[in-house]
């Protein structure tokens, strides 16, 4: 179990002076679901990315911290006791990635040339890699540097990494049945030609190979129809229930909570979380907007 702990942070965009977060507190839970919601503006986005480590945004007061148990990442490390609380803002983006932090993008890139498979495989050997190097010892590191090359060099590109091209096709097949997706996909370039739908489903899958302790998804759910909308939230639902993942689901509408019921659901407005309930809360959102929020809160619309 893992726990994201946000408190009094906040943030203003790095080349300027505008504050966009006023004091976020928020917790995420290994295996909860959160949903975020709120009107344009009021910082659902900048969270995610703050979380994340984007450099656009420098945070100015308040800390993002990640609570790990012993054992987390399994047999394979072991975490000591100084080492189950990490501070994110003193780590870079492929740090907090190998900790267990996951970004799902709301518009995912296109890159052209690289495929599903190695896109996929190379990110989980680059997370293994680095989480292994955040967790060992001097003496560890010592002896690595007297080991000379970690494999053959004469093993190639293909075989590179702790997880090799076999181990990790079993790998995939088994993440995208789980999704149930097409198997498809894995032979065409990363989102080339993808469907908004396709992309959504992609972010989902990276997530299902990465195993995250929390993962959070920034309006995942916008452009998709129906059909889409049902499978993204499957495989989101699966996230929790198959990995035991934390999910905080960022989202403008209550549509994708009727397939994704969130354990709980938080407003935000003017860079605050300024209310947090039960699934129902959502609900009265969708009936009757944000303006009532404000006036519960603050006393005026």
């Not at 908004?196 to 990465?210: C, F, P, S």
């Not at 994708?256 to 809360?281: F, N, R, T």
């Amino acid at each position: 179990m893992a726990r994201l702990e946000l408190s009094n942070l906040h943030a203003e965009v790095a080349e300027g002076d505008e504050q966009i977060l006023e004091g976020v507190d928020l917790e995420v839970q290994s295996g909860e679901i959160h949903a975020l919601m709120g009107p344009n503006g009021s910082g659902k986005s900048t969270t995610a990315k703050v979380i994340a480590g984007h450099p656009a945004y420098e945070v100015t007061e308040g800390e993002v911290l990640l609570h790990l148990e012993d054992d987390e990442f399994g047999e394979d490390i072991e975490i000591d006791e100084d080492q189950r609380t990490w501070n994110l803002l003193d780590l870079e983006p492929n740090e907090r990635a190998a900790l267990g932090i996951f970004l799902g993008f709301q518009y995912p890139a296109e890159i052209e040339g690289v495929t599903m498979t190695n896109f996929l495989r190379t990110a989980l050997n680059a997370k293994i890699e680095e989480r292994e190097e955040l967790f060992e010892d001097e003496e560890d590191e010592a002896e690595e540097e007297d080991d000379g090359f970690e494999s053959s060099p004469m093993e190639g590109p293909a075989d590179e990494g702790e997880v090799g091209v076999a181990e990790f096709q079993g790998i995939l097949q088994e993440k995208m049945e789980q999704l149930d997706m097409d198997e498809k996909f894995a032979q065409r370039y990363l989102n080339a030609g993808f469907s908004g739908g396709e992309k959504k489903q992609n972010e989902v899958l990276q997530a299902a190979i990465l195993e995250p302790s929390v993962a959070v998804l920034d309006e995942i759910d916008s452009g998709l129809d129906i059909d889409r909308l049902q499978d993204v939230s499957s495989g989101i639902n699966a996230l929790r229930d198959e990995q035991g993942t934390g999910i905080l689901q960022i989202t403008h509408y209550q549509r994708i909570l009727d397939y994704v019921e969130p354990d709980h659901v938080h407003v935000m407005l003017d860079g605050q979380i300024a209310k947090s309930g039960g699934p129902e809360l959502a609900e009265k959102l969708e009936d009757k907007g944000y303006d009532w929020v404000r006036e519960d809160v603050y006393g005026t619309a």
